[in-house]
């Protein structure tokens, strides 16, 4: 627990305006991500859940700068992203790389693997062809691809070894940081399997650092060291693995664990389900998020907004039931 | 390595392309008439500009021969013998209308050489006889109303010697120029009467004074050359009065014969009765105006007698440099302004997007008008009115595709790596647009022609005279409703150009279209 | 086991897809019963063919390419192969209804949703509008929709995923067919509004004792819904035994690999096991076992000779050579 923090988030925002009529005036808001904070610490992987359009996507984008950040401090290897120049920025990027969800949507069907791996190497100033070469074959080897497919373009792949171009690309500036958005939701079952393992190994032999997106929580579960819980663009509830899948705070964290379908027909379950839908981002409950849907709701949980709140040491969630 | 390239999207377009038969044949035309661009000045049989006429002597074509004909005639004898046209004396030669064609005697025969288009009657006389021989020249006028006229009359020869006092009735038979036979002297003076007389009326009843009627054109005569032995009337019964030579000559328009009749017992000295004509239709061509197609001139002759066939060949340099140059330049700033426009959106985006608007909002041939308008005309100017209008049409297609290739994943991927963004907008998105103007690019060159021969048709194109298929079209459209060949040769170049270009680019299309399979 | 009769029995049902030339069996032989009010989960990977079976059962093969080339999918006791397509007509989406993946998608954009319902209505039963709109209504109420009266006046794009694909289930379900081909209803959905559906598809068939053919990768679903299970693997049936034993005690190398190959929520495990190598396309093995290339427990005959169905015990079967010598162990085709 003495490792230092590599990606502080701090009260981060993104707003996405709408906007209306001919003289396009930005009438209202998309709040995708509404003040969150989080950090992750050297080697560990933090898994960052929640349901589609909870804004867990655009944290990703955000502290990448892929998408404009409206408020907030991303501060990574002690520097503030948002105070960096142009330039650093780009430098910066080689520490910190994406891996998409789509694999048939994030490799550029008309370059060959070997263009698509050498993108990074070139944009990083990686001149001689032959150390690219290199060092293209030898992240083959590590993501378990033959070297001959160097030659071949993206289409030719099923969907898990393109997954495996998309680990190599993002790994082959050996960056501190992976972030990876749902990287195995579009895989089957069996693929599946395989790319988490590889993920899981390859965080061993290159010291990473995972940012794990992910809607699925048994994945989570598998492969995170800590969890964030998010809903409707705001953290519900944060902790270690252990701490939240065997003991849940959070009302959302709890219905969303018992959702899960049973994994052996011999345990079946009597469950809570949850009503209704995840309300819209662009007219947020006042108070807390989860409101509308939370079978505990009082009072309290219609005006007044929750702040995440420590429960233990590994532990912090944002609900007005233990907030005493 | 063949085995990987095998896989490469252009491989994969090209099997899917070459498996349309039509799109493939239109390439092929494509290539040809770019071919025929380039090349074709080399190979083309006439110089463009100037009439084929004036380029005969050089080609070693005697114009003479391709104009004129040679008329054999022989004179018939009351003997029955018949004498060759050296032996004629007195031969006269003329024609009705010396504009349309002349005949003149040379050593070899009569030769009538044509003038210009039209149709009249050449006249051949040989003291009292004459003979008439339709002369057709093909060309710009049309033909079809020329009416046969009576080409030479044919007066039954009688052997025997007559007495004072006896009558005889005169047989006569008459050809015409188109080549059927009169058989009575009825039917002749009818059709005399027909074809000359109301002629005759028509044209003095203008001047009403004038009734100088000449004896020569009266419509129908029959008279004794020799009053003091025969006398004849209007039926051609012929009355015998005193000893000698007698001669009777029949008139019918042009065309005149005589008979010989032998009164009393003293023999006479034969008399050239009649001219017989080999041919009594001459047809010749036009040659110094709007030739029709022929070994010599396939396509035919414009109307100031240019090969059109070459002007065709020199037009498609100019039409293709029309289309290529404009729709290249409009693709280049059209692209250039898509990518940048697209990618980085924000003031430059609304720019862009408005300027495309305004001058997306007017039909393209105004706009191309208003910037001749404006520079003046020539074909330069018309380039630049073409690119003007091909501009907004690229900017509208490549900003749409980039900002859904904007959006796509592989992009963002680059993004995250650290790409700089010329570096995205060249290698990610620009390759994805190609797809789309390439096209757009082979159908809008189709368009581009069709305005910049629309451009020329107008007068717009600078140089009326110069071989450019608009301009071709635009000079020959007075005389379309009688010639048809000096519109429909270049009218049919850009309609198979155009075609050629169109089927083309929808073929790419297809091959492009990815949820095409192969 | 022959007490309740079936409702559905595909016989070596064979469908061949023509691609670049050749054709490749996507569906090779395969067959299995579905029992009247039963739900049979049918399991597998992209490519495996479960989803081209259930288009068949519709008599939805796209034609060309796909052909059925041998076998008979009985209805009934009636062969649906030989149904004339009007007489197919007659049986989509009256006795035969399907709920597909994207509840995006298989809604129609245009007309609101009670109209979307009272077609499918209209068209399989006599009766008039206003008959078919109380009917619509009672399916939303049924369904689990609030206010119905006003969501039958709404359009598709009013509606979030879950209340669409609860609207595509009232439509499967409004002529009380005898049979739902469910394909993957829940894989676009939420973790929570997943919860919900399968709920609702439970209270339902026990209310309206339909026949539920689940297809789906998700095994965690199979357990949750299904009474028996068909596993297929590129266009054969692998495994085929009741959901009980299918995770208690599976046979099949390839059944053992898909379940080891899930994370579990309820324990951690450091390693998956996974199986090696990529889903074939279906009709791309020639001879000997589909899986033998990526199999654990490979011998020298899965590679030259096709493994035979197995029966391993009463209504469990089993197609891998493992099993050829054990006890009981009867070859149920040849």
């Not at chain 2, 349309?20 to 025929?36: M, N, R, T, Y």
């Not at chain 2, 040989?126 to 009359?153: H, M």
Request: proline residues 5%; glycine residues 8%.
């Amino acid at each position: 627990m003495t490792a230092n923090p590599l990606l502080e988030v701090n009260n981060l925002k993104i707003y996405f305006p709408i906007k209306k009529g001919v003289i396009k005036k930005k009438v209202t808001y998309v709040k995708a991500v509404d003040d969150i904070s989080f950090l992750i610490k050297e080697g560990e992987t933090l898994g960052l859940v929640g349901e589609s359009g909870c804004g867990k996507s655009t944290t990703g984008r955000g502290i990448t700068q892929l998408v404009p950040v409206t408020e907030g401090e991303i501060t990574f290897q002690g520097e503030n992203l948002a105070e960096l120049a142009k330039g650093d920025l780009r430098e910066r990027r080689k520490d910190m790389q994406m891996v998409f969800q789509d694999p048939y949507a994030s490799l550029n069907p008309r370059l060959t693997v070997e263009d698509i791996l050498a993108e990074p190497l070139k944009a990083h100033g990686v001149k001689s062809k032959k150390e690219r070469i290199e060092r293209i074959n030898k992240m083959l080897d590590v993501v378990g691809l033959n070297r001959n497919f160097a030659y071949r373009y993206a289409h030719e792949f099923s969907g898990g070894q393109r997954q495996r171009i998309g680990i190599a690309r993002a790994l082959i500036l050996n960056p501190k940081l992976i972030i990876a958005d749902e990287p195995v939701a579009a895989l089957d079952v069996s693929i599946q399997a395989q790319v988490l393992n590889l993920l899981k190994d390859l965080q061993k032999d290159f010291d990473l650092t995972y940012l794990f997106i992910s809607h699925d929580l048994s994945v989570v579960r598998h492969l995170c060291d800590r969890v964030a819980v998010m809903y409707l663009g705001r953290m519900a509830e944060t902790g270690s693995t252990e701490k939240i899948f065997e003991n849940p705070l959070h009302p959302y964290t709890q219905t969303l664990l018992e959702a899960i379908p049973i994994s052996n027909p011999r345990d079946k379950k009597e469950r809570i389900i949850l009503k209704g839908d995840v309300p819209s981002p662009v007219d947020p409950p006042k108070g807390c998020a989860f409101v509308g849907r939370c079978p505990k709701a009082f009072d309290r949980c219609h005006h007044d907004r929750p702040q995440l709140l420590k429960m233990n040491a590994e532990q912090e969630v944002a609900c007005h039931l233990y907030d005493e | 390595m063949d085995k990987q390239k095998k896989n490469s999207p252009f491989r994969i377009f090209l099997r899917k392309f070459l498996k349309q038969k039509l799109a493939v044949f239109a390439f092929g035309l494509v290539i040809a008439i770019v071919l025929v661009g380039i090349f074709g000045p080399l190979f083309s049989p006439y110089d463009p500009h100037r009439p084929v006429t004036a380029q005969y002597p050089d080609m070693g074509i005697d114009l003479e021969q391709l104009t004129s004909l040679t008329l054999e005639i022989e004179g018939l004898l009351s003997n029955g013998e018949t004498i060759e046209q050296q032996e004629l004396t007195q031969i006269q030669t003329e024609t009705d209308d010396r504009r349309i064609a002349a005949v003149r005697r040379s050593q070899s025969g009569i030769r009538v050489s044509a003038n210009s288009s039209g149709y009249t009657d050449a006249i051949v006389e040989s003291g009292d006889v004459s003979a008439v021989s339709k002369v057709l020249v093909r060309g710009e006028i049309p033909l079809d109303d020329a009416e046969p006229t009576i080409s030479q009359i044919r007066i039954n020869q009688p052997d025997a010697s007559f007495s004072e006092g006896d009558s005889y009735q005169i047989e006569v038979s008459a050809l015409l120029t188109d080549g059927t036979e009169i058989t009575s002297l009825d039917n002749l003076k009818e059709l005399a009467e027909e074809l000359y007389g109301e002629e005759e009326e028509e044209d003095t009843s203008g001047f009403q004074s004038s009734t100088t009627n000449d004896d020569d054109a009266a419509s129908f005569q029959i008279n004794s050359l020799t009053e003091d032995t025969v006398s004849v009337d209007e039926d051609g019964v012929v009355s015998f009065e005193s000893d000698g030579e007698g001669l009777v000559q029949i008139q019918a328009g042009e065309a005149k014969s005589l008979v010989q009749f032998q009164v009393g017992p003293d023999s006479i000295e034969p008399v050239l009765t009649s001219l017989v004509l080999q041919s009594t239709t001459i047809e010749l061509n036009d040659a110094y105006k709007h030739q029709s197609p022929s070994s010599l001139h396939l396509f035919g002759t414009d109307h100031q007698n240019r090969d059109i066939l070459s002007r065709v060949i020199h037009g498609t340099k100019e039409t293709l440099l029309i289309g290529f140059v404009s729709v290249a330049i409009g693709t280049v700033i059209g692209t250039v302004l898509g990518l940048l426009a697209g990618y980085y959106g924000g003031w430059l985006d609304s720019l862009v997007t408005r300027m495309t608007d305004v001058l997306l909002a007017f039909p393209g041939i105004l706009l191309a008008i208003a910037v001749i308008a404006f520079l003046g005309a020539g074909i330069t100017n018309i380039i630049f009115a073409v690119a003007v209008f091909t501009i907004p049409v690229f900017i509208r297609i490549v900003r749409a595709s980039t900002l859904s290739l904007k959006e796509m994943t592989y992009v963002e991927a680059a993004k995250s790596i650290g790409v700089p963004n010329t570096v995205i907008i060249f290698r990610h998105i620009f390759p994805g647009t190609l797809s789309v103007v390439m096209v757009y690019l082979t159908m809008r060159i189709g368009v581009a022609i069709l305005i910049g021969a629309a451009l020329s048709f107008l007068g717009l194109g600078g140089d009326i005279t110069a071989p450019e298929w608009g301009s071709m079209l635009s000079a020959a459209k007075d005389n379309s409703g009688t010639i048809f060949h000096a519109t429909f040769f270049p009218g049919l170049a850009i309609v198979i150009t155009v075609l050629s270009f169109n089927i083309f680019g929808d073929g790419l299309r297809d091959a492009l279209d990815p949820k095409l399979k192969e | 086991m022959t007490m309740t009769k079936n409702v559905l029995d595909i016989k070596d049902l064979t469908i061949n897809f023509k691609s670049e030339g050749k054709e490749l069996s996507v569906v090779d032989g395969i067959s299995f019963s579905i029992k009247a009010g039963e739900t049979l989960g049918v399991v597998g990977e992209s490519g495996c063919g479960k989803s081209v079976t259930s288009l068949s059962i519709m008599g939805l093969i796209p034609s060309p390419p796909g052909r059925v080339a041998n076998g008979t999918i009985e209805f009934e006791g009636k062969n649906l192969l030989d149904f004339k397509e009007k007489e197919m007509r007659k049986v989509r989406g009256n006795e035969i209804s399907m709920i597909f993946q994207e509840p995006m998608t298989s809604l129609n954009p245009v007309f609101t949703i009670g109209k979307q319902i009272n077609e499918v209505l209209l068209l399989h039963n006599e009766m008039n509008k206003s008959a078919a709109r109380n009917r619509s209504i009672e399916m939303l109420k049924l369904v689990g929709i609030p206010r119905p009266e006003q969501i039958y006046h709404n359009y598709p794009y009013q509606l979030s995923g879950g209340m669409r694909q609860r609207v595509m289930i009232a439509i499967g379900l409004a002529c009380q067919p005898k049979l739902l081909i469910a394909d993957e209803p829940t894989t676009a959905l939420d973790v929570t509004i997943q919860a919900q559906i399968l709920n609702l598809m439970r209270d339902l068939k026990e209310k309206t004792d339909t026949s539920i053919m689940f297809i789906t990768h998700d095994l965690g679903v199979v357990a949750e819904m299904c009474d028996r299970v068909v596993v297929m693997y590129s266009g054969q049936v692998v495994e085929e035994t009741d959901v009980d034993t299918l995770f208690n005690d599976p046979k099949h190398p390839y059944t053992l690999g898909l379940l080891g190959s899930i994370p579990k929520a309820t324990e951690k495990i450091d390693r998956l096991y996974s199986i090696r190598g990529q889903v074939p396309q279906a009709g791309t093995v020639e001879r000997g076992c589909r899986f033998a290339d990526r199999c654990d427990k490979v011998m020298p005959r899965c590679y030259t000779e096709d493994p035979p169905l197995l029966k391993m015990k009463e209504g469990h079967q089993c197609r891998c050579w493992l099993y050829a010598e054990e006890e009981g162990g009867a070859e149920i085709d040849s």
